[in-house]
């Protein structure tokens, strides 16, 4: 198994106890709604590295149908125990890898993803196939931390980005082909870092749409 995976796994049964987790899943989601993805209506989409499904659940509530994609069967446990619980009938669960290759089925109207990208290790492999599994003309919206210089994790173990500058991400999705790429803060996050010093640190929602 892989290291991040078992990671993941052994983190999932406790993963929603951390409040600052699900206020962020909530600002994300408005952050998407204030700049017009969900003005018109989404059928299908796609939460990449969505872990328990917090922004999953969230979309779910903007979108027909949403599949919630992660490398950690644990951490897709529990989303599959909160869509029985709700007895949700839009929502999907895919385990697979697509950083090592695994295809995606179908396409989608609008991918999202939060938190996810800075614990992945190879990132253009990764954008060029979400660009692939994005429909004509659908969006893409990616959440992440900019660049913290590595002390907002308490542990890094699993983290290969320590944030991303927003025109080098841009860059590579516009390697990729997308195009209409825009960034915004959706988040203002305040906790102690790997110091134990209290810092700011901001999440930004990078938009792109594939032509």
Not at 103 to 121: C, R
Not at 144 to 154: A, I, N, Q, Y
Not at 175 to 198: L, M, N, Q, S, Y
């Amino acid at each position: 198994m892989d290291d991040n995976v078992a990671l993941f796994n052994a983190r999932a049964e406790a993963w929603d106890a951390n409040p600052f987790r699900r206020k962020l899943a909530g600002d994300i989601a408005a952050t998407m709604e204030r700049v017009g993805l969900f003005r018109e209506t989404v059928p299908d989409a796609l939460d990449f590295g969505c872990g328990t499904g917090l922004l999953t659940l969230e979309l779910a509530r903007r979108c027909q149908r949403v599949t919630g994609l992660d490398t950690s069967p644990g951490m897709l446990a529990a989303l599959d125990a909160k869509i029985e619980a709700v007895g949700l009938d839009n929502v999907a669960t895919i385990l697979a890898d697509i950083g090592a290759g695994d295809p995606l089925p179908g396409t989608y109207d609008l991918i999202g993803s939060a938190m996810a990208l800075h614990h992945v290790e190879n990132i253009p492999p990764v954008l060029d196939r979400l660009f692939k599994a994005a429909g004509k003309g659908a969006r893409l919206a990616l959440a992440d931390l900019d660049s913290e210089g590595g002390v907002f994790h308490p542990d890094n173990d699993g983290v290969y980005h320590f944030g991303f500058d927003r025109l080098e991400l841009a860059d590579m999705l516009a390697g990729c082909g997308f195009t209409d790429i825009d960034a915004t803060t959706a988040a203002t996050i305040e906790r102690p870092g790997r110091d134990g010093a209290v810092r700011e640190f901001t999440v930004f929602l990078m938009t792109a749409r594939r032509p």
